[in-house]
């Protein structure tokens, strides 16, 4: 089975402050995601990366970036946390084939829930 | 921009009813998947959709994609407590780029005995 580790499943930051979260898969894949989940907006896009040290914005790139310095490893950064970024962050994983041809789901990790004081 | 849009945002629903789930996007799209999330929980892959007219079928879920009408259905049949979750769709905003899933706002189900 996919698995797809973020490092803490609850965590509390005070504004300003620089977070990080990480995201670990152990498939290989060369696809990783970063989404935030908030009550009636379903998943937002924020970064992804198809490659090592490749990355892309998606819808919701304000405020956050990412790393990717080795394949199976995805970080997302706030560079200065703020209140509106409390929320529920989820992580995902998938094989290329997934963005060629569509035919591969992609591999959630469980969340973190970040709240920003 | 592509937009997908669920309905109803809330079911309650007895066990052994059916009912359907629908899924709206507002752009091309032949690459669809429904997604089910419990509480507290991560988001599990239920199918995946790649054609006009393809439907998928699990348990009591079938799901279905109508890319013309750009609609896809999620029909729970004799439903049963179990399923009680959140469902989303996500449809692939592939036209921008490789793999950029726009998700529904999602349902959630409530199955009662």
């Known amino acids: 089975d996919v698995k797809v580790t973020q490092s803490s499943r609850y965590l509390v930051k005070r504004t300003g402050e620089k977070v990080f979260l990480e995201c670990v898969q152990d498939?290989?894949?060369?696809?990783m995601f970063w989404y935030r989940q908030d009550p009636g907006l379903g998943l937002r896009l924020i970064y992804f990366?198809?490659?090592?040290?490749?990355?892309e914005k998606g819808d919701i790139p304000e405020g956050y970036s990412v790393s990717r310095e080795k394949k199976e490893r995805f970080s997302l950064i706030l560079e200065s946390a703020s209140t509106n970024q409390t929320s529920m962050y989820l992580c995902?994983?998938?094989?290329?084939?997934?963005?060629?041809?569509?035919?591969?789901?992609?591999?959630f990790g469980d969340g973190t829930r970040l709240s920003i004081l | 921009e592509l937009k997908v849009e669920q309905n109803p945002l809330f079911l309650s629903m007895q066990e052994g009813k059916n009912y359907t789930i629908y899924c709206n996007y507002s752009t091309t799209s032949d690459r669809l998947y429904w997604y089910r999330q419990d509480p507290g929980k991560s988001l599990e892959s239920l199918f995946v959709l790649l054609s006009n007219g393809a439907v998928k079928q699990e348990g009591r879920l079938m799901a279905s994609l109508d890319t013309k009408a750009r609609l896809s259905t999620l029909h729970i049949t004799a439903a049963v407590h179990d399923l009680s979750a959140t469902y989303f769709c996500?449809?692939?905003?592939?036209?921008?780029?490789?793999?950029?899933?726009?998700f529904g706002q999602g349902t959630r189900l409530t199955i009662n005995p």
């Open positions: 996500a449809v692939d905003n592939f036209e921008e780029g490789a793999q950029k899933l726009v």
């Open positions: 995902a994983s998938s094989y290329i084939e997934q963005s060629l041809w569509g035919n591969q789901p992609q591999h």
């Open positions: 498939m290989d894949h060369e696809n």
């Open positions: 990366s198809y490659d090592v040290k490749m990355k």
